[in-house]
C-alpha cells in the first residue's frame, strides 16, 4: 500500500483533505444556528475545533509522517478551518459599528483557539504516556 501512496502527487492527498474538511465545514456551518445577535458562533467553533484536533493530533504523533500530515494537517484541517471567513466576519462586523462585538470575537476566536491547540497536546500527550 505504502508503494501506491507514494507514487500519488502531494497535491493530490492535499486536495483530497481539503475538499473533505471543505465538507465537513460546511456541514458544521449549516447545522450551527446563528445566535440572535449574529455573533458569528458557526466559524468560532469549527476555528477553535480545529485548533483542538491539530493540538491532539502533534501531541499524540509528534514523529507524524508526511504522509499524515499532508492529508490530515494541511488538507483536512486546512480545509476545515477558515481565517479568511474569521478575517471576513470580523470586518462586516467592524464596518457595521458593532467595535465591541468585532473585539469580542477576536479575542474570543484567539484566545479559546490557542487555548484548546495547547490543551489538546496536553492531554494526548499526558494519555499517551
Do not use: H
Amino acid at each position: 500500500m505504502t508503494d501506491v501512496v507514494d507514487k500519488v502527487p502531494p497535491s493530490l492527498l492535499v486536495f483530497l483533505g481539503a475538499g473533505l474538511g471543505g465538507v465537513l465545514r460546511f456541514w458544521v456551518s449549516e447545522s450551527v444556528s446563528p445566535p440572535a445577535n449574529g455573533f458569528p458562533l458557526a466559524t468560532l467553533l469549527i476555528n477553535a475545533a480545529g485548533c483542538l484536533v491539530i493540538g491532539c493530533l502533534v501531541g499524540a504523533m509528534p514523529n507524524m509522517s508526511s504522509l499524515t500530515r499532508l492529508i490530515v494537517v494541511v488538507g483536512l484541517l486546512g480545509g476545515f478551518t477558515t481565517f479568511s471567513a474569521f478575517a471576513r466576519e470580523t470586518v462586516d462586523l467592524w464596518q457595521a459599528g458593532r467595535l465591541s462585538t468585532a473585539a469580542t470575537y477576536v479575542l474570543a476566536s484567539n484566545v479559546l483557539s490557542i487555548a484548546l491547540a495547547a490543551a489538546g497536546f496536553v492531554v494526548s500527550r499526558r494519555l499517551l504516556t
